[in-house]
């Protein structure tokens, strides 16, 4: 398992995504992306080069490749505007990735329900494995 990110990688991240959320709900006109994104996470690379954008899109499938293509299309002028905005020798290359945390944690609850569903139906002795 890695180490965890220094103070620095950390107030980078923090920055990164608190500025780019910014910039892609206000700035950012492009039609293809969606008003429902947002910035969840932002991982930078240790030598500050190069930054993970993790955006999470409520929408259907279209809408998300749509929004991650307007991103990737924009990265190079959100990063000049970022130049801007924070205060740091050299602004990382930003990568755009969807991120599906929640459709993941959706489907867990899903089975979860699911589950207890089952459960609910057998009869109490079932229900519990006793003997």
Request: positive net charge; glycine residues 6%.
């Amino acid at each position: 398992m890695p180490a965890p990110p220094g103070r620095k990688i950390a107030r980078v991240n923090s920055a990164l995504k608190r500025e780019l959320g910014k910039l892609i709900t206000t700035w950012l006109l492009d039609p293809r992306v969606s008003k429902l994104t947002s910035v969840s996470r932002v991982t930078t690379a240790r030598d500050l080069g190069r930054a993970t954008v993790y955006v999470a899109v409520l929408g259907s499938d279209d809408e998300q490749a749509d929004t991650l293509t307007a991103l990737k299309s924009g990265r190079v002028a959100l990063r000049h505007m970022l130049k801007d905005r924070i205060r740091m020798r050299n602004i990382p290359q930003l990568v755009f990735k969807l991120d599906n945390a929640q459709d993941e944690g959706a489907d867990v609850l899903a089975i979860l329900d699911e589950m207890a569903a089952e459960l609910s139906d057998k009869p109490v002795g079932e229900a519990g494995g006793e003997s």
